[in-house]
């Protein structure tokens, strides 16, 4: 875990806070670049994954297959990493405002877009579909489908962060029996889910939350409790071991978050917590000051944008005749990255679509200009 070192020194006037102030900004942004660069891996792995899984190109089933067994899981897990018990007011506002909000706007935008493009292509869509369009649309989760297929991510991210912190506000930390507990019923709901009720489709994606917790909580034990790199070493070999014994005798791996396809029971889970602890680790090395990582830290600034936009560059791509994964893959990333950057500028838009930013001053500039145009 990165520290940050604060020194005082009281030599002349004013002197402690200078350097207090030159401390911090030597520290911090390597702990920012450290998380940002485990984003950036994740929503590269999760565009990649989403674009080989409709391609005919030999190696990228293996590809898709390999990045599936843990891309989903790894952010709540980053998630988890940042949790801390929050009083549930704050909390709620905090996620309305930094995540729904951006939800509610990316997916007005896009089923809006998605309908200007078929329009452009001479597909006008009949009424009855507009009217699935919004009522999928209202139903989230898996009822979200191809351009829209990676909103579920949000509202379970929500509903598991809401969860998670109650129990939190009643137990001590990670490793107190009750929480130990409540994370173990959780994982055992969540493969009980898969067996029996794996095609119900839940508002909201509310039946991936018990997975999500599972993997929520191993994010905030990295926090609170860390892992040597020994222990790290020991976990993932343990784990490799056994899943390779479990797919030598005919075990299916197949992982989909999304769809309640978690793997075997309990072994699925710890092969996502294994690939995402290796992970995890080698971006910690490389966020030693000596390595230029910063690019891929300033694409996990932009995940959340990027997360909800590249399908929409994907499949509108796809649909107009391209077919080059590498240029589609550069695209679902570079064009909601570039979205991300125009947004962040806008003191009016950033509120709404990026979760940053003062929503009253936006409302008080919109007025503004509405007035100004008026007038």
Known sequence: MMQCTIAIETEGPGRPIGRIQETLTLNLPLRETWLDTAKGLGITLVVMAHVLDHSTWRWAHPIYFAASLFFMPFFFIISGYLFAVTERKALLRKRVQGLLIPYVMFLGAIMASVLVVDFLRGDTPAPWQIRELITDALLGGRHLTRELGVFWFVTCLVATQLVYNEVAIRTSGPTDPGMLIFVGASVGLAYFIQAYWQEVRTPLALTNVPLAIGAFWFGHFLRERGMSALWSAVFVVAVAGVALAAALTGSDFTFSMKNAI???????????LAISTFILGLIRFMAMPSLRIAPLAEIGAASLVIMFVHQFVH????????????ALIALSLGLPYLLYRGLRSSRI????????????LSIQLMRRSLAFRAG
């Open 349 to 360: 838009l950033s509120p709404w679509f990026i979760g940053s930013g003062d929503l009253a």
């Open 315 to 326: 499949f509108t791509l796809r649909d107009f005749g391209m077919s080059s994964e590498l």
């Open 262 to 272: 978690f793997g075997p029971p309990l072994l699925g889970l710890l092969v996502a």
